[in-house]
């Protein structure tokens, strides 16, 4: 009895192959904008106006986690300026900076800042290119 359980209990820790097969092909994404983009710097443009010839936008993003925003609109008397911390939302692809004067989301791309709507998905218009936010510094 004492082999026959020896037998038993070998078989039960030998690993199943197709099991370790589908362990080693199992590859896993985890690379976010968070991770893997030099998302920290100044973003700037001049990005559309209802009423006015544009709205010179500058946004920097600190590797602390925080945020200085300022829109200035061209040919008026008007600033908006906040800072704060800002969140990651949509696994790291998503910055929200939401502070007293402001609550704007953009997606984080490369060396760029995307509009997005209230779900996090890039808005989706003709004029895009001049509401993205390009880095600077």
């Not at 910055?95 to 490369?110: A, F, I, P, R, S």
Request: charged share 20%; net charge negative; with cysteine.
């Amino acid at each position: 009895m004492g082999v026959a359980l020896g037998l038993f209990l070998s078989c039960q820790n030998t690993p199943n192959s197709t099991q370790q097969e589908a362990d080693s092909l199992r590859i896993t994404d985890e690379h976010t904008s968070q991770n893997s983009l030099d998302w920290a710097g100044i973003y700037q443009d001049t990005v559309p106006c209802a009423d006015c010839p544009g709205i010179f936008t500058t946004v920097k993003l600190y590797e602390d986690g925080t945020y200085a925003y300022i829109a200035e609109y061209i040919d008026r008397n008007t600033t908006v300026q906040d800072s704060g911390r800002f969140m990651w939302h949509n696994n790291g692809s998503i910055v929200h900076l939401k502070g007293n004067n402001v609550d704007e989301k953009y997606k984080v791309g490369e060396n760029m800042l995307l509009p997005v709507d209230e779900e996090g998905n890039v808005i989706q218009s003709e004029l895009i290119d001049q509401m993205t936010l390009h880095k600077v510094n």
